[in-house]
């Protein structure tokens, strides 16, 4: 089994900072794309950032300039610095991993739970 956990979301005020972290755990040979989506209330989940294997990262137009996409591949984590923060930026944050659990097996996707990111004005 693989699991994505997350955390680091919480409450904080416009133009504040937050960290999230995910960990992905269990049964892996490699990850690819690690990445990061949020889904506000009534809307559709969308990308915010995308890192690759070689460290190539992707942005939502919204968080550039404002949000770095890490990873550490020793700890199988990705990691969302979040500066500058707009009330629009609530949402549920959800991290994602490109996974292969063998070398015989293919990558699946894999979701994390979802942390609460509330940013009040």
């Known amino acids: 089994q693989v699991q994505l956990v997350e955390s680091g979301g919480g409450l904080v005020q416009a133009g504040g900072s937050l960290r999230l972290s995910c960990a992905a755990s269990?049964?892996?040979?490699?990850?690819?794309?690690m990445g990061w989506y949020r889904q506000a209330p009534g809307k559709q989940r969308d990308l915010v950032a995308v890192?690759?294997?070689?460290?190539?990262?992707n942005y939502a137009d919204s968080v550039k300039g404002r949000f770095t996409i890490s990873r550490d591949n020793a700890k199988n984590t990705v990691y969302l610095q979040m500066n500058s923060l707009k009330p629009e930026d609530t949402a549920v944050y959800y991290c994602?991993?490109?996974?292969?659990?063998?070398?015989?097996?293919?990558?699946?996707?894999?979701w994390g739970q979802g942390t609460q990111v509330t940013v009040s004005s």
């Open positions: 269990g049964s892996i040979f490699s990850i690819n794309n």
């Open positions: 994602n991993a490109e996974i292969r659990r063998t070398f015989y097996y293919r990558a699946h996707i894999y």
């Open positions: 890192i690759t294997s070689g460290n190539s990262t």
